[in-house]
């Protein structure tokens, strides 16, 4: 059963910049595509990012393209999200998860407890 726990969110100011990390506990980390999605406030949880279970093969949100860089590290169990010129659109809560690209987001039975990312001045 996998398990996840999402870290690094808080505030920052518009063009800041953060790193998200996801520790994966249970299910096949090292064989796994993972994703990350987001939640705003009053909107549906959507798809920012998700990564290959080599790294080699990534794919973007045409929102955050060019600005957020998935990345993994086997080793350790552990997905990130590096978050660079955030604009307030990016408010949200951040989870990740495996990612299958024939769900949508309400096919996923399970979601960790994610990790508020806040941006304002």
């Known amino acids: 059963q996998l398990q996840v726990v999402e870290s690094g969110g808080g505030l920052v100011q518009p063009g800041g910049s953060l790193r998200l990390s996801c520790v994966v506990s249970g299910g096949t980390f090292s064989t796994a595509t993972m994703g990350w999605f987001r939640q705003a406030p009053g909107k549906e949880r959507e798809f920012v990012a998700a990564i290959s279970w080599s790294g080699k093969q990534t794919d973007y949100a045409d929102s955050v393209k060019g600005r957020f860089t998935i990345s993994r590290d086997n080793a350790k169990n552990t997905v990130y999200l590096q978050m660079n010129s955030l604009n307030p659109e990016a408010t949200a809560v951040y989870y990740c998860?495996?990612?299958?690209?024939?769900?949508?987001?309400?096919?996923?039975?399970?979601w960790g407890q994610g990790t508020q990312v806040t941006v304002s001045s």
């Open positions: 998860n495996n990612y299958y690209t024939n769900y949508g987001v309400n096919d996923y039975d399970y």
